[in-house]
């Protein structure tokens, strides 16, 4: 063993290597005929090691999923900041959105996944499950921009029988405005990702939107 080659690196490389492998398996497959045996045999691995690596089938398109999630965007995402504009904020945060959408490897898995739960609602629960563990970007940047009292309805509401503003309602507001050019067409029709252009201009409509309906005496 090489002085680089301890055994936590050896251990990071068989994890990648099975990530990767499992990719290649459920794009070429799908999510049913892909087994643990599979894909174990296309990483040259054995079939303990992947299951000491990832409980289960579901556990492992679980991890993808966040792993392209994170690959598709560069560095952290940006924190709310009190003392910066909201609307900049906001098309920071959806133009890496957009990005993310944009990505052939990402919708592709998303194919397969929704196939997936079209075919088990258990296993598709189950899936969101895992992939709601960790609250989303734009989801954390609402819930702070409300605590510090710059996003709420006009009476303080969401507008949901008068209970008080709810990041996470308002969070698939805005998403769902993306999501109808950006997802949803390319996921479920074929239709071709947006160009840098189209991105942009999906952003602003929906940075503007949601602004309207919720910001505190802001329009910038």
Avoid at 75 to 93: E, I, K, S, T
Avoid at 106 to 117: H, K, N, P, Q, S
Avoid at 148 to 162: C, I
């Amino acid at each position: 063993m090489s002085t680089a080659d301890t055994p936590q690196r050896l251990t990071d490389r068989k994890r990648a290597a099975i990530l990767e492998a499992a990719i290649e398996e459920f794009l070429a497959a799908g999510y049913d005929a892909t087994s643990m045996d599979r894909i174990a045999a296309r990483a040259s691995v054995s079939k303990r090691t992947v299951y000491n690596h990832f409980p289960s089938k579901e556990a492992l398109f679980a991890a993808i999923l966040h792993r392209l999630w994170d690959a598709a965007l560069t560095g952290a995402a940006p924190a709310y900041r009190a003392d910066a504009p909201l609307r900049a904020q906001l098309l920071d945060l959806l133009q890496r959105k957009l990005r993310l959408m944009s990505d052939e490897s990402f919708l592709a898995l998303a194919r397969v996944a929704i196939a997936a739960g079209i075919h088990s609602p258990e296993r598709a629960r189950d899936m969101v499950a895992r992939i709601g563990e960790r609250e989303e970007d734009v989801t954390v940047w609402i819930r702070a921009a409300a605590a510090d009292g710059r996003l709420a309805d006009a009476n303080g509401t969401n507008g949901t029988n008068g209970a008080p503003f709810d990041p996470l309602f308002a969070a698939h507001q805005l998403h769902a405005l993306v999501k109808a050019f950006a997802f949803w067409p390319q996921v479920t029709m074929g239709q071709p990702t947006l160009s840098e252009a189209e991105q942009h201009n999906v952003a602003q409509s929906a940075a503007d939107m949601f602004l309207a309906r919720y910001a505190r005496g802001e329009r910038d």
